[in-house]
């Protein structure tokens, strides 16, 4: 039989790094800027909370190890490392106006080669024989579930068998969501990424919200990448190990029509479906597993197309995503 | 006015000048609004309404003058200067976010204190609908109205930011006459509860309905104003159009005159199913410079777009007649039906638009590309196979480049980059190129300077001279006055008359375009 109560909390840590992700695309895209670095942004993220906690590692040893710093340290790098990448995706897209879709591409690209680059070097500086990272003790404060959690049965392990930074993602993409939809910091933003001409007539300062909104929502996305390697990687860094979830929160955010409180399950939803392939007996025919792989995708496709096909205004993406903002050209 | 005392102005504009470039759009105009008054503000297109007013509202700054609000000197920098004086401008094209409700758009941007309270800010804007009488359902999605009920929305929007000095660009030219009515009655409620109004227009029976003073503006100058009670139709076009200036513009001879294109009775209608020309019937001959003249957006661009078969006819007849009526001659060279043939099929038989469009690059011309590939637009069906056939283009952008005196670096330089009245040249000396039989131009001058200007001009009159049916759309009277050998004056979509360009005067003119479908002056 499907055995739904170890399937479920393993489908829920696969799919907190896609909340993290689209939860951070969305209030960026929000803001009209289409930010496809998302998964270099990730990747960024994950490194840097690495390699903090590496160094914190090494400079203390595991039983000293203070539990706030251990979690602290990693987490102030992993937010800085993707506030760098958010800021340098403004400075080109707003303030030079590049065309956003070459920046985020190419922003994945340099995410990748610098997590691929630092990986690199620090798994050349422990001179271990294995092409990997292992900070288990820092890992160890990052997934540390609730004491009393393993007495619950299947109620624990389904709903409290996770790290912090699990439950930090849930409560984001409700802080999120509600900001959005009920305050007024939220309904200018979606002024801005709508239409920037009327919220600049309107008195909105459009370059601070759409510096504001990307930054932030790199900082959250890249959270995502650090609980990858922290909780779900059990603390293990191999270079390209964090594969193609970037890509799959940017999905997300199509399939979630850009809202953060439907992520939550949407994103768990995506996770089943990418781990769906273990839990179905294939055999050992490996093509058929990379089918089952597929689904995300297909389900993403397949919901543009009912979306596209509906024609509601308020599905459709923010009106100005993608598109520069000048003030002059009237 | 006898009692001067009394009367208060809640704006006085003094000794205004906006220059934009060497264009000089108003030049050292001093206008005052009075408290509790509905000013007309009138004038043609391009004579400098809405740049004067858009200084008001904090869009453009002002080079020289001073403005006075409550007769005190203020500065208006920023539209949110003119909101904290309580100015508020509704523009032609409103600034609303589609996916939000009325609501939404209302209150955005407001730094008011404490949390969003979307019912409470419906309550204060429930009151302000029914003081003034506006019909909006607050909780209705923008892209769901009419335009009439966006109109509504920014009105209710500035009034809720607590405008008193209300501005309002051409709001009824999207209108229907009942619509317009009932703005009219807003705008009254408006007043009587204090409110300083100016409208722009150029609808003269508008402007005597409402108002109850007119200011006029002309090029950019300030012409004067009247009491509305003391004006009538015809004296406001005398002030708008002014006197007849001589531009000498060198005007042969029309030869060899013989039918080209026949329109008869064509009929079109807008995606919104709303009228847009309306039994238009005329000819346009050969050896001749056909003007068009007309209120922008009385149905110019539809004509021309309808006779390049760009634009789905409804009804009515459109005969291309070509250079030899030989009863003998082959199928293409017989008088032919252009209604229900595509554009390419029309251009074949020599019927070629230079349309100049607001944006200028929006039709006709590729702006990345150099003048090279933008003459390749037009030729890149005359090569064999899949290869294309770059040479004659490019002689042919050499010969516009020296021939027309056009500024830029070289044929492959972006047209983009350069400057509008190049741009220009390089669009209408394309289409003349193509050795039409028909030459539509609309604005073909427009944002130049004189000398281009003149250039133009002659190239029309060139090409006149070689037997082409010229159509020339224009803005300026002046010019279809003395370059033009007929001109048919379009009024709402409707030909009001068609007069000979070497007799008619301003004046004529001026009373045919605001006269609605040819009717009684007093329409």
């Known amino acids: 039989m499907f055995d739904l109560v170890s399937f479920i909390p393993r489908a829920v840590m ?23 670095g998302i998964p270099g942004v990730m990747y960024v993220g994950g490194i840097c909370g690495v390699i903090g906690s590496f160094f914190y590692e090494q400079a203390v040893p595991a039983e000293s190890m203070n539990a706030f710093l251990a979690v602290g340290i990693p987490m102030a790098c992993s937010l800085l490392g993707s506030l760098l990448m958010g800021l340098l995706y403004s400075f080109l897209t707003i303030t030079l106006r590049a065309n956003q879709n070459v920046t985020g591409l190419a922003l994945t690209t340099f995410g990748v080669g610098v997590g691929n680059f630092f990986g690199g070097s620090l798994i050349k500086l422990t001179n271990s024989e294995v092409p990997s990272i292992a900070l288990s003790a820092t890992s160890a404060y990052f997934s540390k ?11 624990g392990q389904v709903f409290l068998s996770y790290g912090f930074l699990a439950y930090l993602a849930v409560i984001i993409a409700i802080v999120a969501s509600y900001i959005l939809k009920r305050t007024r910091v939220g309904l200018q933003l979606r002024a801005v990424g709508e239409s920037p001409a009327t ?21 959250i996305a890249g959270l995502g990448g650090l609980y990858y390697v922290m909780d779900y990687a059990c603390g293990v860094w191999s270079n390209n190990a964090f594969g193609d979830r970037g890509w799959l929160a940017i999905a997300l955010v199509i399939f979630t029509i850009w809202r953060p409180n439907v992520s939550i399950l949407a994103s768990i939803l995506f996770g089943g479906f990418y781990i769906l392939y273990l839990y179905i007996p294939s055999g050992l025919d490996l093509s058929v597993k990379e089918l089952y792989k597929m689904i995300p995708y297909v389900v993403t496709l397949v919901v543009l197309i009912i979306v596209s096909m509906r024609k509601k205004r308020e599905h459709q993406p923010p009106a100005s995503l993608g598109l520069p903002y000048f003030r002059e050209e009237r | 006015m006898t009692a001067l005392e009394t009367v208060q102005n809640a704006i006085r504009m003094e000794h205004i000048t906006k220059r934009f470039g060497n264009v000089v759009a108003n030049h050292d105009i001093t206008l005052e609004l009075h408290k509790g008054e509905i000013l007309s503000l009138l004038g043609e297109n391009g004579s400098g309404k809405t740049t004067l007013m858009n200084m008001l509202s904090g869009i453009y700054y002002s080079d020289e003058g001073q403005i006075y609000v409550n007769d005190k000197p203020v500065t208006i920098s920023s539209p949110k200067d003119a909101f904290d004086l309580g100015i508020g401008m509704i523009h032609q094209h409103f600034k609303l976010v589609d996916v939000f409700t009325a609501t939404e758009n209302i209150v955005l941007g407001l730094e008011e204190p404490g949390r969003l309270d979307l019912k409470k800010a419906s309550q204060k804007i429930t009151e302000i609908c029914q003081r003034y009488g506006f019909e909006v359902d607050l909780n209705q999605k923008i892209y769901e109205m009419s335009v009439s009920q966006k109109q509504a929305v920014e009105i209710v929007k500035v009034l809720y930011r607590g405008a008193d000095i209300l501005i309002l660009d051409e709001p009824t030219a999207v209108l229907t006459p009942q619509e317009t009515d009932k703005l009219f009655t807003v705008m009254r409620n408006m007043k009587a509860d204090g409110k300083s109004l100016i409208i722009i227009t150029h609808k003269l029976h508008e402007v005597l309905e409402v108002s109850d003073r007119v200011a006029v503006l002309r090029k950019g100058e300030y012409i004067g104003d009247v009491a509305t009670r003391d004006a009538s139709q015809q004296s406001l076009t005398d002030m708008m159009v002014g006197h007849a200036v001589s531009l000498n513009i060198n005007r042969p001879d029309p030869v060899n005159v013989h039918p080209r294109l026949e329109v008869k009775g064509l009929t079109v209608y807008d995606e919104l199913g709303v009228k847009r020309l309306s039994d238009v019937t005329f000819t346009a001959n050969s050896g001749e410079i056909l003007g068009i003249a007309g209120i922008a957006g009385s149905g110019q661009r539809e004509l021309l777009e309808a006779i390049s078969g760009l634009y789905p006819i409804s009804a009515g007849n459109i005969l ?12 293409d060279q017989k008088v032919r039906e252009l209604v229900g043939l595509d554009p390419m099929a029309i251009r074949k038989c020599g019927v070629s638009m230079a349309f100049v469009p607001e944006d200028r690059l929006g039709m006709g011309l590729v702006g990345s590309m150099g003048m090279t590939g933008n003459m390749m637009l037009r030729s890149w ?38 400057s509008g009245g190049n741009v220009q040249k390089v669009l209408v000396g394309r289409e003349i190129a193509q050795e039409p039989a028909v030459l539509m131009t609309a604005y073909a001058v427009r944002g130049l300077d004189i000398n281009t200007s003149y250039t133009i001009y002659n190239l029309l009159t060139e090409e006149k001279m070689k037997g082409v049916a010229v159509v020339y759309v224009g803005e300026d009277l002046d010019v279809l006055l003395e370059l033009c050998d007929r001109i048919l004056v379009l009024c709402g979509g409707q030909v009001s008359g068609i007069v000979d360009a070497r007799t008619a005067d301003k004046r004529q003119l001026g009373t045919l375009m605001t006269r609605v479908g040819g009717g009684s002056v007093h329409a």
């Open chain 1, 145 to 155: 579930s609730l004491p009393f959690a393993g007495s619950l049965g299947w109620f």
């Open chain 1, 14 to 36: 696969q799919g907190i790094p896609l909340l993290y992700g689209s939860t951070g695309e969305i209030l960026t895209e929000k803001s009209g800027n289409l930010n496809l």
């Open chain 1, 199 to 219: 919220a600049d007539a309107a008195g909105i300062n459009v370059t601070r919200y759409k510096y504001t909104a990307t930054c932030i929502g790199s900082m």
């Open chain 2, 381 to 418: 069906r005359k090569g064999k196979g899949a290869f294309l056939n770059r040479k004659e283009p490019e002689t042919l952008a050499n010969r516009i480049w020296k021939e027309l005196d056009v500024v830029t670096p070289s044929v492959s330089f972006p047209v983009r980059r350069m």
């Open chain 2, 320 to 331: 291309f007649h070509p250079e030899s009526e030989d009863e003998k001659a082959p199928a």
